[in-house]
């Protein structure tokens, strides 16, 4: 719960799959300095790029110094098919430019060969976080690597170093809750993040009665599409324009944002009564940047030739929010259908929220429906519902993985299976085809990194 409205400063609640990613890393003195990146493909997945990466230490480090993140930027996009290299070898940029003793890790980086194999488990495109995945696990291995410990550099700070990664380096305008997700995560808990920017507010079990899985749609999700993008430029115009009524920059420039910077400290009344009015269904690059300067965010840039929506994409973290802190709470509720019941409306309204913000897809907006026919049918049965009591689309949307919440137990099982299988038959594939995520797994700071001698 959460999802995109973390940019925004909403609390969100993750919780990490059983697939993982794995990085082995070596770092020798070398009179010919480079880094060279071998990934092996997941099982089953079609190879979307080139097997391996491979540059001179000084394309990174030039005069041993770590390249600006906007050259790197170019650097890595230059040739398609190694661009997933900006992903492990931004990393080291970094971790060289922003970690702790920055000057002492980049002086060894530039001075020394890095070795990376990377194996994941955690399929691209599936809106699970496959990209933090690797990022997370890369972090943690250069700093046992390069020695750098727990108490130098805590697990809060290395996940904020890899959304750094995928902002800075790779390009993908990011929220920060799957990297913390990746690293602070625990085995079935929920990780509570309040983002502004990244208060971690702790852990939240879900109840022995209370079951959750992901079912891929099959439609391939990516966080730097342009979707995605325009949603979060339309959040932060309606933060630009919300933050002086709507009136348009004046001789002395834009005014500081309110609510710092965060749309998800207002309140649905607060939304209703005294904002919305001041927000435009949409907006012209053009028109807004020549009314209101600037849209405050530094990840996005906003396009004068593109037409926004403002007041769908701005609404969203208001509501969202309310929704998240209405779903932790009622996981303390009483076992029972009231308590499913409500579960599952706030998934449900979540997930109609982001086909408002034009994030949905044919396939995941059909994954929900079936669960909520699987509900109704127990219904017309004489039950009070389920087994099956919510579904939304996760992640960054357009695509990507359903999660849904049932009942634990053998029957909500055989309800997945029946939505896995209907699913399948409308796509014309076998139900084996339908990727399913079941249980969790501990995030990176709990494992740490393993330290292997060669002797």
Not at 256 to 271: I, K, T
Not at 411 to 428: F, K, L, N, S, T
């Amino acid at each position: 719960m959460g999802g995109i409205a973390d940019y925004s400063g909403s609390l969100v609640l993750q919780m990490p799959i059983s697939e993982a990613a794995h990085v082995a890393l070596q770092i020798q003195g070398s009179s010919s300095p480079s880094v060279r990146v071998v990934s092996i493909h997941a099982p089953g997945e079609e190879a979307q790029r080139a097997p391996s990466f491979e540059a001179p230490m000084s394309a990174l480090f030039p005069e041993g110094q770590p390249l600006e993140y906007e050259a790197a930027q170019a650097l890595f996009k230059a040739t398609s098919a190694t661009s997933w290299a900006a992903y492990i070898a931004g990393c080291l940029l970094v971790l060289a430019r922003e970690g702790p003793d920055a000057a002492a890790l980049a002086a060894r980086l530039a001075s020394s060969s890095v070795s990376v194999l990377v194996q994941s488990r955690v399929p691209e495109g599936k809106g699970v976080s496959s990209s933090a995945a690797v990022e997370v696990a890369t972090m943690t291995a250069l700093a046992g690597a390069l020695g750098v410990t727990a108490e130098a550099l805590p697990g809060r700070q290395l996940a904020i170093l890899c959304q750094r990664v995928e902002n800075l380096v790779v390009g993908a305008p990011c929220g920060i809750m799957d990297q913390m997700a990746c690293t602070l995560g625990q085995q079935h808990s929920l990780l509570a993040l309040l983002c502004q920017p990244a208060e971690v507010r702790g852990t939240v079990e879900l109840p022995p009665h209370v079951a959750v899985w992901g079912v891929d749609s099959g439609i391939r999700h990516s966080v730097g599409g342009s979707d995605y993008g325009s949603v979060r430029v339309g959040a932060f115009m309606g933060l630009r324009i919300a933050s002086s009524d709507g009136k348009p920059s004046g001789s002395s420039g834009p005014p500081p944002a309110r609510w710092d910077g965060y749309l998800a400290r207002l309140s649905p009344s607060l939304l209703a009564q005294s904002v919305a009015a001041h927000l435009p269904e949409r907006i012209s690059g053009a028109d807004f940047l020549r009314a209101y300067t600037t849209h405050y965010d530094t990840v996005t840039s906003v396009d004068p030739a593109k037409e926004y929506a403002v007041r769908q994409p701005a609404s969203h973290p208001v509501h969202e929010n309310f929704r998240v802190t209405t779903f932790e709470q009622a996981l303390k509720l009483p076992p029972g259908p009231e308590q499913f019941r409500l579960l599952g409306e706030l998934m449900f309204q979540s997930h109609a929220s982001y086909s408002g913000c034009g994030l949905g897809s044919a396939g995941t907006d059909r994954l929900v429906e079936l669960v909520r026919e699987e509900g109704q049918a127990a219904v017309a049965a004489g039950r009070p519902g389920g087994p099956l009591w919510g579904a939304k689309i996760t992640g960054g949307g357009c695509g990507g993985t359903v999660c849904i919440l049932g009942e634990g137990g053998p029957e909500a099982e055989a309800a997945v299976a029946r939505v896995v299988g209907r699913y399948a038959a409308e796509r014309g594939v076998k139900p084996a085809a339908v990727k399913v995520f079941r249980g969790s797994s501990p995030g990176a700071a709990e494992l740490g990194p393993m330290t292997v001698l060669v002797k």
